[in-house]
């Protein structure tokens, strides 16, 4: 059964995500894990009854939790656990088979908290499995015009399949949009790259943009907004890609007004699975 993986610190925005994920579980048939994994290190050691009582405390927050969400007719599974906070979630992601994680912007005070969340980050750099990011305000839109960051430096093929999911899922248009930047020159033919997909997805029906600017977040950020895109993704390329984009000053400025859902792809993780039941209307 398809599983998909939503942390939670019983903030507004976590019940954003739940919500958001349960939403897309019951159109494919996935179970949801709503996981609060509690700081250990924060408790006493030698204080058994606290760590008993502080456990006690969060089963009751996750039952209040879940009472607010609006995940009736999905299949939900509460996970509760101390730990480091990144690894039990990673450990989750592998033990549990998990192929998405969804999780809200925490609304922290630096970008690189406030835009994709430095926990966030770390588990989507782990490149297990895809990570569905969505914005900590603002009104989610009906997932119509997805852009897909790509380099073409790397194979696409299995990035292609699992777009392909989801704009048939959402009955979307989707867009490969490469940002070409004398800083960062091209070392594979675009065109090339181009013509093997349309090859390989003849019916796909793929936008390809390519657009210059020197500075790969702008760019991106500019067309975004001009398109009125509703999803943009990319792929996690050895940690390269996402840090590109963050640690640029100037990208950050820019980045700071991307108010949208994002999906990073796993390069070599567990594919995403986003296809409706075989039996489903």
């Known amino acids: 059964m398809k599983t998909f993986l939503v942390p939670t ?15 897309l579980a019951k159109e494919v048939g996935a179970k949801v894990i709503v996981c609060h994994i ?24 996750m039952s209040n939790f879940l009472a607010k969400s609006q995940c009736e007719g999905a299949m939900t599974e509460p996970v509760i656990k101390g730990g480091n906070v990144v690894e ?17 912007t ?3 005070k630096s970008l690189k908290e406030r835009f994709f969340g430095t926990r966030t980050e770390a588990i989507a750099k782990r490149g297990l499995c895809s ?19 790509a380099d073409f430096e790397n194979g696409d093929q299995v990035t292609v399949l699992q777009l392909m999911q989801l704009k048939e899922l959402f009955n979307s248009t989707l867009t490969f949009l490469h940002i070409k930047s004398k800083s960062q020159p091209d070392l594979i033919n675009d065109e090339y790259v181009k013509e093997e997909l349309i090859k390989q997805f003849p019916q ?3 936008q390809f943009v390519e657009i210059a600017n020197e500075n790969v977040a702008e760019g ?3 067309f975004v907004h001009e398109t009125n895109t509703s999803l943009l993704s990319f792929t996690m390329l050895n940690r390269i890609f996402l840090e590109r984009m963050t640690h640029n000053s100037v990208s950050a400025k820019l980045l700071r007004n991307l108010n949208l859902p994002m999906l990073a792809l796993p390069e070599n993780g567990r594919l995403l699975d986003l296809q409706r039941p075989a039996n489903s209307d």
């Open 88 to 104: 039990e979630i990673v450990d989750a992601i592998d033990e549990l088979g998990v192929s998405l994680v969804v999780m809200a």
């Open 38 to 61: 509690y700081d250990q290190s924060a408790l006493p050691s030698f204080v058994i009854a606290r760590e008993k009582a502080h456990n006690e405390e969060c089963q009751q927050k």
């Open 106 to 108: 925490a609304g922290e």
């Open 220 to 222: 991106i950020s500019r």
């Open 131 to 149: 990570v569905l990011v969505l914005p900590e305000s603002g009104t989610i839109k009906p997932i119509e015009h997805i852009v897909y960051a």
């Open 9 to 23: 610190d019983f903030s507004d925005s976590s019940l954003r995500a739940l919500d958001y994920a349960c939403d």
């Open 204 to 206: 796909a029906d793929i």
